[in-house]
């Protein structure tokens, strides 16, 4: 075991406690009602280490979110050659149907009780799909601010804002057809 990986895990350790310190908060006295000095006392750390790992309030509240939609971007930038938009999407989300862990459904009860937060994740969402917007006009040889990949755009992040907070079994394969089908719509359109 080398400094470094030690060094790391202390990292991730300390980021993960005070994430979980924060979403807990903000999930019982609302995020507005929290403060940095709260977070940081529940995490057991300074506050100034809560700044060094997420500088503003809002980038700690959004920070679980904000590397969900990261991933989402990378997947679809990573596609394979000649693999479409939509295929790239469906496998993006099979490989992120693993079921919620705790922190999970603690970053859900959080959103839920801070409606502010939840709209930002959900426009955090929809500017991560016009970025495929771009890339789903591109691949059908159309505009970037043509109606049919905008509304396909909107529609998938609906569709990935209900996968990720409620699903069950059977969903994706339902929420698939319905894109595949708006898609093939808009194709015809």
């Not at 989402?72 to 992120?96: K, N, S, V």
């Not at 109606?147 to 969903?171: K, N, Q, Y």
């Amino acid at each position: 075991m080398t400094g470094d990986s030690l060094r790391e895990r202390s990292k991730a350790r300390r980021r993960e406690a005070i994430l979980t310190a924060a979403y807990e908060l903000f999930a019982e006295r609302g995020f507005d009602a929290t403060s940095i000095a709260d977070i940081a006392e529940a995490a057991e750390v300074s506050p100034r280490t809560v700044t060094l790992y997420f500088p503003t309030k809002l980038e700690l509240a959004t920070a679980h979110f904000n590397a969900f939609v990261d991933r989402l971007t990378a997947a679809l930038h990573a596609r394979p050659m000649g693999q479409g938009i939509i295929d790239t999407l469906e496998q993006w989300l099979r490989e992120q149907t693993a079921p919620q862990d705790e922190f999970d459904v603690l970053h859900d009860r959080m959103l839920q009780s801070n409606p502010q937060l939840k709209g930002l994740c959900r426009g955090r969402l929809t500017d991560a799909i016009q970025e495929g917007t771009r890339l789903l006009a591109e691949e059908q040889g159309r505009g970037p601010d043509d109606f049919a990949p905008r509304i396909l755009a909107s529609t998938v992040a609906s569709v990935i804002a209900e996968l990720r907070h409620r699903s069950g079994p059977g969903d994706l394969e339902t929420a698939m057809t319905f894109i595949r089908a708006a898609a093939a719509t808009l194709q015809r359109g």
